[in-house]
């Protein structure tokens, strides 16, 4: 007989929690016999002692056969089916830009995205500023969309990994989020769900990171390609800089206009261009597309090049809703604030450091991010032309341009950007864009 409290009581103890327990849990919290308490009890015992690498590995798979698993064996799919999935960060749009090269270079792409979450910007959020974009979908146009286009960029339906959102609901009211164990099993539910062959992980390092240390981020690297690769993925997972925004700007629309512009080669911010191109790379040769990373970049620049990832993007806009002609006319489409103007320094030197989690909170008091699950977003706000790390700047030069549509809240967000931007006399070293490359 199974009792909850006992597999509660047991990883109190700090005992092994044995593959039948956990997958008596799991099934428990799907059908509503285990309560939200006994949920709380458990997660807040697992962050407290822990799990090895065999119980994290039974969490995952049970929470992620807690619904549908796609099997793509049968849709007549003639390459391997992937993905990739970051920790989160600011003016990171790389999702945008990687599933359409990834398609371009025979990979399918089904990439369940998720929104935003506190400083962090959400893939979700962004492509909600394309007007008809659909990005809660059925299992139905999800495939359809991956057979037809190569890439669907989406919500998680209903079906996929449910008890993963009950656990996390749980987990937000309880101060548990932080459990390396509970993330690990919460980001590889949905993803082993989506039936994958290869996955790259991106986990972010420095100010705009989740994780607070590298060692933290370190960690949840390890954990996560160890237990992938015990689920039977292959994966790996790159280290990479959030000491400073990625892209050139931060915000929902502003996002994806730079997006379709890196992708149309009008304007490719090298960091984004580095990391993008490294986290692709890596899976086409993690999925036997390439046979080292030199040739996954020549196929990957090459898709660049020729427009093949542009003309794939926008198809996959399309069959998901939005306007046929987005990637030729995207200004056409996508809504822009009322007031842009520019922050300007205070102070002449170098920019020497950036609280770069503050830029994110500044976009989100300018209306691009929730304070509350249930806000509104404003997809027009944000920031453009943001200054990077190094740059020498005078007096009354621009440090970013504020997209606000009040005036307060322009004022409200160019305090924090010149909070969040520490000007020095000297020039610092730069951090490194791509820092190590965990593998099993």
Not at 18 to 31: P, R
Not at 275 to 293: C, E, F, H, R, W
Not at 312 to 330: A, H, K, S
Request: contains cysteine; hydrophobic residues 40%.
């Amino acid at each position: 007989m199974f009792l909850p409290q006992e597999v509660i009581r047991r990883k109190r103890e700090g005992l092994v929690l044995s593959n039948e327990d956990i997958h008596a849990f799991i099934k428990g919290v799907t059908n509503n016999t285990v309560s939200e308490g006994q949920i709380g009890a458990f997660a807040m015992a697992t962050y407290f002692n822990g799990m090895t690498l065999d119980e994290r590995v039974a969490l995952t798979t049970a929470m992620c056969e807690s619904g549908t698993v796609l099997n793509w064996h049968n849709q007549g799919l003639q390459g391997p089916v992937v993905d990739k999935h970051s920790t989160g960060g600011v003016g990171d749009m790389v999702s945008l830009m990687l599933g359409p090269m990834l398609a371009a270079c025979g990979c399918f792409v089904p990439m369940i995205s998720g929104r935003g979450l506190g400083h962090t910007g959400g893939t979700l959020d962004k492509l909600d500023a394309i007007p008809g974009y659909q990005t809660s979908v059925s299992e139905e146009l999800l495939r359809k969309a991956v057979r037809e286009c190569g890439v669907a960029i989406v919500g998680q339906t209903s079906s996929l990994a449910p008890a993963d959102k009950h656990i996390y609901a749980v987990r937000d009211v309880t101060a548990t989020v932080e459990s390396i164990d509970l993330i690990t099993a919460s980001i590889l539910a949905k993803k082993l769900a989506e039936g994958l062959d290869a996955l790259v992980m991106d986990v972010k390092v420095g100010s705009g990171a989740f994780m607070p240390t590298y060692e933290k981020s370190r960690e949840l690297a390890e954990s996560i390609v160890g237990v992938a690769i015990g689920a039977g993925v292959k994966t790996s997972a790159l280290l990479t800089d959030m000491n400073q925004c990625l892209a050139n700007s931060a915000g929902n629309a502003l996002e994806v206009r730079e997006a379709v512009r890196f992708l149309r080669g009008e304007e490719i911010n090298p960091r984004l261009y580095e990391v993008t191109m490294a986290l692709a790379a890596d899976v086409l040769v993690s999925a036997n597309v390439t046979a080292d990373l030199d040739e996954a970049r020549q196929k990957l620049d090459a898709c660049l090049k020729d427009g093949r990832a542009a003309d794939i993007f926008g198809y996959m806009v399309n069959v998901l809703g939005g306007p046929e002609d987005f990637v030729e006319n995207y200004d056409n489409y996508l809504p822009k604030a009322q007031i842009i103007k520019p922050v300007l320094a205070e102070h002449a030197g170098f920019i020497g450091a950036i609280d770069t989690r503050s830029l994110g909170l500044s976009v989100v008091a300018l209306g691009g991010g929730r304070r509350t699950p249930s806000d509104a977003l404003d997809y027009s706000v944000g920031l453009s032309e943001v200054t990077g790390l190094g740059t020498s700047v005078a007096v009354g030069d621009p440090l970013a341009m504020i997209h606000a549509n009040s005036e307060e809240s322009w004022q409200q967000a160019a305090s924090m950007v010149h909070q969040a931007m520490s000007v020095t006399e000297q020039r610092h070293e730069m951090p490194t864009i791509v820092y190590e490359r965990i593998t099993g």
